[in-house]
């Protein structure tokens, strides 16, 4: 339905504003990119070092980005809130001596979430410009990787990224809590995606499964194995009735939540496909990958 071929490097994600008539996009190229989702002109753009993540608010006002500057042992990164209409900065994070490796909104659009590569997660207060903000740590020794918001606001779920312990803690927000770790993964976790409803967890990993889990208990309900590479990306449908995963393999696969059937295989891309979101009104799929384009498609009728 559309193509964006504006990214001179890899796209590593993309997101879908409330209205569905935008899409934001980030690569290695260091620019985040903002288009008309139905024609692909770019609508305004700007130039961060190691831009990494992407994710439009709930409300449609903000685009946040997390960088991610290799250098030394650690690199750094920051989180820039910017103005969707315009791109300007609304506020702009610490500077972290790691990465940020994910970012999620809350559903109220007040906070952000984003994890930071050496192990803690922070949730940023917008409306207080941070002066009200909760931090969570790991393990000493141990990393972090995505991080996502459920959708009833009531929990946070992220990956730990340290190398031989592939797993996700969930935790309670107003009690800071962790409710479970969930350790069915045998590689590396890329993604989490919530159901629409927040009772379902999907998972993507190097071990080229997705996994969907009960989100109160974490009890796996069904594995989906039919990429050949390393899933990278999952999100869920609008409606949660299915699921889109990118992988490794060039291609996004949609499949059932339900019976794990492959609905469609979508084999546009030349390369791997790092980010794949679904459109709010659940018809189209915005994906991305390491052929330098974002392509918009449908997938629903």
């Keep these: ?154 929990f946070l779920a992220w990956a730990v990224t340290t190398p031989g312990n592939p797993q996700v803690q969930v935790i309670n927000i107003s009690v800071g809590h962790t409710m479970y770790n969930y350790h069915e993964h045998s590689d590396l976790i890329n993604a989490i995606a919530w159901s629409p409803d927040s009772q379902k967890i999907a998972t993507a990993s190097n071990d080229k499964t997705v996994r969907i889990w009960d989100s109160a208990s974490g009890t796996t309900q069904r594995v989906y194995q039919e990429h050949t590479g390393e899933v990278v990306t999952v999100s869920w449908s609008k409606d949660g009735a299915y699921l889109a995963s990118g992988s490794t393999d060039k291609t996004v696969h949609v499949f059932s939540a339900t019976t794990g059937i492959t609905s469609l295989v979508y084999r546009g891309h030349t390369g791997s496909v790092f980010g794949v979101v679904w459109s709010p009104e659940g018809k189209r799929i915005a994906s991305a990958g390491a052929d330098l384009v974002v392509r918009v498609w449908q997938a629903i009728k």
């Design 1 to 154: 339905m559309a193509t964006f071929t504006g990214h001179n490097d890899v796209v590593l994600a993309a997101s879908w504003s409330l209205d569905g008539k935008r899409i934001a996009s980030v690569g290695f190229d260091g620019a985040v990119r903002v288009w008309n989702a139905s024609t692909g002109t770019e609508l305004w753009k700007r130039a961060f070092p190691g831009t990494h993540e992407v994710a439009y608010s709930p409300d449609g006002q903000y685009v946040a980005v997390g960088t991610y500057v290799g250098g030394g042992d650690a690199g750094s990164g920051l989180v820039y809130i910017l103005n969707a209409a315009s791109g300007q900065t609304s506020f702009i994070s610490q500077k972290y001596d790691h990465g940020i490796t994910g970012l999620s909104w809350s559903p109220d659009s007040s906070a952000i979430a984003y994890s930071v590569e050496n192990g803690t997660i922070q949730i940023l207060d917008i409306k207080t410009n941070g002066r009200n903000n909760k931090v969570y740590r790991l393990a000493a020794s141990d990393t972090v990787g995505a991080v996502a918001w459920s959708p009833n606001g009531k």
